[in-house]
């Protein structure tokens, strides 16, 4: 099943209006809807204001701007993480760290591993989340090398699955050396203590590391990245050339993020009321599968997108994660969206399922 695309000359908030027409829009990963939150563009403009629209500079410079400084710091409190470092953008924040550790160990992919760590990339699987920890010791016990390095996502965001991390507090002794390198872009800003994400929940066994790699952009609304880990390791990505060679994080949004902690906890709170309205709504349904507190409801429904698409409700569906794969379809709510955008979205799939067991039941009669 193909989808057309949608031509657009706005950015999209809780909804897009395309050339023709307006859609509620239930898709994308501004979870928080910090693009179009005023409160969060005032910040920003006075960011813009004091430092200009970009920082066309290395961050090895001889001019050092504060707000890194301060951005960083505040960053590791917030997560609980010795230390912080930010560039320009999640990918290469996840390419920092494994160009950085190129060539010192072995590197175990976990299913699904965003190509932001990608050192070269892994083979294809079919194999599913649970199934490749239950290899891990195997894999770990096997390996020449005596640093390993275990790469995953901290959640899959696009059927909407949990990863239970108990695994590690079971993995066997062994005599190597092991480091988590953990992508929480889809959790960061919305998962954990007050949207700190994964790395103060992220418990490892005595003598194991962790690093924990983060795009801004999505809940937080900032085009960045962070790594989060202990000092000596951000000591040693501060001196890889990617960090001194790749261009910053604009100053004006760590300005208004720094300003912000109040907005984006308004925001969570708006997205935890949104998330629990919409899960009793459609609890009955068997249409989703979904997380506690996460806003993606996956769904196998392909057909459930052109049928919404029909009543100007516009959801996520494409085929990932190339074009040649299948669609994948998913509900997507932001704190932007209001209860009565939920019920015209609950209201056009209780529709939906409503039809869709009309035919099933005439095709039925007909065999």
Known sequence: MLHDNLLTDELPGRTLRTREKEFLYFSGTSYLGMARNEAFNFYLQEGLKRYGTNYSSSRLSNVQLAVFEEAETYLADYTGAEAAITLSSGFLAGQLVVRTLAGTGSFLYGPGTHPALWLMPPQPTTQDFEAWVQEVPHLIATTKATDVFLLFNSLDPLFAKSYPMHWLQQLPATQKNITLIVDDSHGFGVTGQMGAGIFSTLVVPNGMRKIVVSSLGKALGIPGGVILADKPTIAALRKSSFFGGGSPVVPAYLYAFLRAPEI????????????????????????????????????????????????????????????????????????????????????????????????????????
């Open 264 to 367: 984006y906890q308004q925001a969570r709170a708006q997205l935890s009321t949104n998330i629990r309205y919409f899960a009793n709504q459609t609890s009955q349904l068997n249409l989703f599968r979904s997380q506690p507190g996460y806003p993606v409801f996956y769904s196998p429904q392909n057909q459930l997108y052109s049928y919404l698409l029909g009543q100007d409700i516009l959801i996520s569906s494409f085929p990932y994660p190339t074009p040649a794969h299948d669609h994948i379809t998913r509900v997507v709510l932001s704190s932007l969206h209001t209860q009565s955008d939920l019920d015209r979205l609950v209201a056009g799939i209780n529709k939906f399922c409503t039809e869709t067991e009309l035919l099933n039941a005439l095709a039925e009669n007909l065999e």
